[in-house]
């Protein structure tokens, strides 16, 4: 179970924290970005020892990848990993606020974020207008600024919109894509985890699945999931995953 509680008290406020429990090993990840995330882990696990001897641990991260994707699991189970709070930050709600005011909310909260250890994420890195590309220089600054052992992520549908220097701070890029059939299957059978699926017919459902999120995927998944768990009835598995996974196509 994760607790949310927000900066201010506002469902709405550009800081919230959560206290998540996931682990990397709930997640459906390619080899790479599992090993790379690992690696982020096993740094922060061993800080004291990489520091000692002069060397840095990687712990700012560039999430890039369509929505659904991952990003905002990944960031709750490198928090859950780390057994650390996940403070996410709503960049997108400062586009709608007059400068100053925004300037002054988003400086309070890097000063709180600088004062605390856990899992930082910058969310909602799109595209800014000249009136507000203040709030990427603000964001730049506090990524060359900050000397804390927190692990920042700033996670960006677009990320050729992102200045160079955003790149120049992030030791690393993860980038999330689409499933493979081999992902989008090992998703499926997750959520369907408590359920026989030893006959189903997998072709068809994979074809449905094609071009899917792991979120759009994961939702119908657990839908069906819940279906057949209230109504007891037989089911074929793969007409009615192929059925429901084309519904998410509309």
Known sequence: MTDHNHYGGDPESL???????AQLSDLVLTIENRRRLWNVVMEQRQWDKITFHGLQPVRRLLFTGPPGTGKTSTAQALAGELGVPLYTVRLDLLTTHPKDEGEAEFRQVLDTLMQTYGVFVFDGVAEFTEDNRWILVMLQQFLMQDTSKSVIIVASNRPRLLDG????????????????????????????????????????VLTA???????EISTVAGSVAEHVM?????????????????????
């Open 209 to 215: 699945a094609d071009g899917l999120s792991h979120a």
């Open 230 to 250: 209230l109504t007891n009835a037989p089911v074929s598995w793969a007409r009615h995953l192929t059925a429901e996974l084309g519904r998410a196509r509309q």
């Open 165 to 204: 220097v955003i790149f120049e701070q992030c030791d690393r890029i993860v980038n999330f894509g689409l499933p493979t059939s081999d992902e989008a299957r090992a998703i499926i059978e997750g959520q369907l985890a408590m359920f026989d699926l030893r006959n189903i017919s997998w072709a068809s």
């Open 15 to 21: 800081l919230s924290v959560s206290y998540p429990n």
